[in-house]
């Protein structure tokens, strides 16, 4: 009984097993073994509509980073937050950013079902890029300073409060 009350509470915040680095500790701080803020690594890859669109496109801007897919229970339950989010911040230098590498049909019913107006791009399409990032569990969050530097790491679902905490520290 135990283990699948802890089973069932995986599966709520994340879709994969999650790994240790950057982490939310409650209130939407981000967390982390080292002081040093790490560069994100550039990347360019296929929007829906099979325009390129590089990290480096966004440089200036904070940017939130979700790495996510659309059979993922905690994906589907965080997108509302997130899309409502994005439009509250999108005029305020903030820019939302989606990483998926599901089925393109998919995708497109997705961001259409749930209103979705920020870039979801396909990883895959022209780099892979979740095993660079170390991506081994979904939803996965990151927050990017104006210089490009890793301010914020969230492995798991996160509530609306989480991130607009994690982005007011990151302006």
Same mark, same amino acid.
């Given at each position: ?7 069932? *509470?995986i599966?709520?915040?994340?879709c994969?097993?999650?790994?240790? $680095?950057? *982490?939310d500790n ?9 002081e040093?803020?790490?560069k !994100?690594?550039?990347?360019t890859l296929?929007?829906l ?6 990290l480096?496109?966004?440089? $200036?801007k904070v940017?939130?980073l979700?790495f996510w ?9 965080e !997108?509302?937050?997130?899309?409502e989010?994005?439009?509250a911040?999108k ?5 939302f &950013?989606?990483?998926?590498?599901d089925?393109v *049909? !998919? ?7 749930y209103?979705i ?6 990883d895959? *399409? ?7 990032? $170390?991506i081994?569990a979904?939803?996965?969050?990151f &927050?990017l300073?104006?210089n490009?530097? &890793?301010?914020?790491k969230?492995? $798991?679902m ?5 991130l607009?905490? !994690?982005?007011e520290?990151?302006?």
């Open positions: 009984m135990l283990i699948s009350i802890l089973l069932i *509470s599966l709520l915040t994340s994969f097993i999650p790994f240790k $680095g950057f *982490s409650g209130n939407g701080a981000a967390t982390s073994t080292s040093a803020l790490s !994100a690594e550039d990347f296929l929007d509509n099979n325009n390129k669109v590089s480096s496109d966004f440089k $200036g940017v939130v979700n897919a659309t059979w993922c229970p905690p994906c589907i339950a !997108a509302p937050d997130l899309v989010v994005s439009k911040y005029d305020k230098g903030v820019q &950013i989606g990483v998926s590498d089925d *049909s !998919a995708l497109k019913k997705f961001v259409s079902d209103g107006e920020y870039p979801i791009l396909l895959g *399409s022209v780099d892979r890029i979740m095993p660079k990032w $170390g081994s979904i939803p996965t969050t &927050i300073n104006g490009g530097e &890793i301010v914020f969230k492995v $798991g996160m509530s609306r409060e989480q607009i905490n !994690a982005i520290q990151s302006l």
